[in-house]
């Protein structure tokens, strides 16, 4: 039986299941090849446990953090996600609203079903970070990037795990391709839908073959801090060796992803991966984690070993496919809620309060 109200985002993604077209699920939900990565980023938070203390007073607690100068109601953002509208008529316009409500940040993704500009103009203001993927053609790849500092962008999300699409199989089983009332809304130049030929499997996949750019290097990195002001996050760093090539490159900020297993499966888990980058970059530039983030004691753990901020993709959604902006910002609020309560029982007043020593890697190791 479905659950009648959703308690939790496992039981929101339940309902969303049984509500979209296979198609779109199978897209939303798939990770690459035999999914152990997608397993493995939930099941590596429960090999973690708490040492929370007591007799704190939590009356009130503080949930705000300081982001890149950003003020969030609690430390947890939403990650870019392509295609929206495929979730609900209203898409990202929808997630803008819910994430405004909330008071987070929104990834945009550069291959979202609503423009840039119309993100900004319906919910003006919404700190947003866009999500570049580096096209082969550099002129149209700028373009986007000047567009979306004039939009009001408060940073470039560079995705750095895919130079081709992970194969994902329910979408060349199904054929995977943008529905045809729907457009990749960011772009006028490519005849999108005439790419994604889907033919012969993923529409999406060769869609990513013909036109992104897979000999993108860290000298590109240089390339893109040269053509905008906007800081650089490199989503998709999950070793400290990278971590250090890109603080040599001058990003603004790394953002430890395994772009939520759809890409290398078998690569470490995020929460896994964390802390070796946290230490690698000692506090000289905001890290962030995303992948198989489900709860609030999972936000809890993020920052415990470090990470300055959280991000969440499938769940949102899953929450637009329920009840678009009322989904996303019910399944928000609960997050948010479950991450006061996981404050309170591990005895925190403040996320700084949030420290390595809240968390062990299994109940039995020494600490
Ligand atoms: C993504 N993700 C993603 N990342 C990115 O850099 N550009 C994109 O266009 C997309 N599109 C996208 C679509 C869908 C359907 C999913 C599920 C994910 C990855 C996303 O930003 C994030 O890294 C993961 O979703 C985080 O993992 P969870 O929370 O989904 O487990």
């Not at 149209?140 to 990037?145: A, D, G, P, Q």
Request: glycine residues 8%.
């Amino acid at each position: 039986a479905l659950p009648s109200q959703p308690l939790n985002l496992a039981e929101y993604h339940i309902l969303a299941r049984a509500k979209l077209p296979a198609m779109v699920y199978g897209y939303y939900s798939s990770g690459a090849d035999d999914e152990q990565t997608l397993r493995d980023n939930e099941e590596a938070f429960k090999r973690l446990r708490f040492r929370p203390r007591v007799l704190i007073d939590v009356s009130n607690v503080d949930m705000t953090k300081r982001i890149m100068g950003i003020d969030v109601s609690f430390p947890l953002l939403v990650a870019p996600s392509a295609m929206q509208r495929m979730a609900h008529p209203e898409g990202e316009l929808a997630t803008a609203r819910a994430v405004a409500r909330i008071g987070t940040v929104m990834g945009l993704s550069s291959w979202s079903t609503t423009s840039l500009e119309d993100v900004e103009a319906h919910v003006p203001g919404l700190p947003k970070f866009f999500q570049l993927y580096v096209y082969k053609d550099r002129a149209l790849t700028e373009r986007l990037v000047k567009r979306a500092e004039k939009a009001g962008f408060r940073a470039i999300a560079l995705t750095v795990d895919t130079p081709q699409l992970g194969r994902r199989e329910a979408d060349i089983r199904n054929r995977f391709t943008l529905p045809p009332h729907l457009r990749l809304a960011n772009f006028d130049e490519v005849n999108d839908q005439s790419t994604m030929k889907q033919d012969s499997g993923s529409g999406l996949a060769a869609y990513v073959a013909s036109l992104i750019d897979a000999s993108l290097s860290w000298k590109d990195v240089a390339w893109l801090k040269s053509i905008t002001k906007m800081p650089i996050l490199v989503k998709g760093v999950v070793t400290a060796e990278d971590a250090r090539r890109a603080l040599q490159a001058g990003v603004g900020g790394i953002w430890v992803s395994n772009h939520g297993a759809r890409q290398l499966d078998g690569v470490v888990s995020t929460i896994d991966a964390l802390e070796e980058v946290v230490h690698a970059v000692q506090g000289r530039v905001p890290v962030f984690m995303d992948s198989g983030v489900r709860r609030g004691t999972d936000v809890v753990k993020a920052l415990a070993l470090g990470a300055d901020g959280v991000l969440i993709g499938r769940p949102i959604l899953w929450g637009l496919a329920v009840n678009g902006e009322e989904g996303v910002v019910h399944m928000l609020q609960m997050l948010k809620d479950e991450f006061k309560l996981a404050m309170q029982l591990c005895g925190c007043q403040r996320v700084s309060d949030i420290r390595r020593d809240l968390v062990i890697r299994n109940a039995f190791a020494p600490y």
